[in-house]
């Protein structure tokens, strides 16, 4: 019994241990891209590039393009990229940030870090700008990328220098970026796989 529970013991310390690595190479390359990849011009971009604001012209545009040329699947489009927004928006910051309450980087004391925007008043675990428009990309993808295939590398390639930007700008880690994208890749992934479900119907009753 007591061998059993000193293995116990043994075991949770290791865990303990690779924890700790963990969060100090999440640290480590934290303070590289936040710090050792300063330079003006990112100061100067990154700060609008992670604003949804900045980015309006671009939805504002894809909307249109979806209802012209696409109509009522467009339509059902649109509503579930909308969808993708809340499902990934609501996971990342009401389910997994309140329960794992893991603070910003810009909240350490111990941390020296460059920041371009407020800290914000939520946690960091896991970036909720990540989840989202990796959700969005990912969806975006597994429908339009299927008619339009060179817009699959744009789209990957925006979602995760909006992830890094979240870095650069101090307010997330890069384990806060990487969780998001894997929890907005697999809700994009899913409502991809549903839209082509309701796509095939929706052609059905109109072949019907």
Not at 4 to 18: P, V
Not at 137 to 147: K, M, Q, R
Not at 180 to 202: D, H, M, N, P, Q
Request: proline fraction near 3%.
């Amino acid at each position: 019994m007591k061998g059993r529970l000193n293995s116990h013991k043994y075991d949770n310390k290791k865990t303990i241990i690779k924890m700790e690595a963990i969060i100090e190479l999440d640290q480590h390359l934290f303070q590289l891209i936040n710090s050792g990849c300063q330079n003006a011009f990112l100061d100067w971009l990154m700060p609008m590039w992670r604003n949804k604001l900045f980015w309006m012209p671009l939805y504002m545009f894809l909307v249109g393009f979806l209802l012209v040329n696409y109509k009522l699947k467009g339509f059902l489009l649109i509503l579930t990229v909308l969808a993708a927004v809340g499902i990934s928006d609501f996971t990342s910051s009401q389910l997994i940030k309140k329960n794992v309450q893991r603070l910003r980087p810009c909240k350490q004391a111990e941390l020296v870090v460059q920041l371009h925007i407020p800290c914000g008043s939520g946690y960091s675990f896991p970036s909720s700008h990540a989840t989202n428009h990796f959700a969005i990309a990912i969806l975006l993808i597994g429908t339009l990328g299927c008619h339009f295939r060179w817009i699959k590398l744009p789209l990957f390639l925006w979602a995760a220098s909006i992830a890094l930007g979240q870095v650069y700008v101090g307010v997330h880690y890069p384990i806060d970026i990487l969780a998001g994208a894997l929890l907005g890749t697999a809700i994009g992934s899913f409502l991809a796989w549903r839209y082509k479900v309701w796509e095939k119907r929706f052609e059905q009753r109109e072949q019907a």
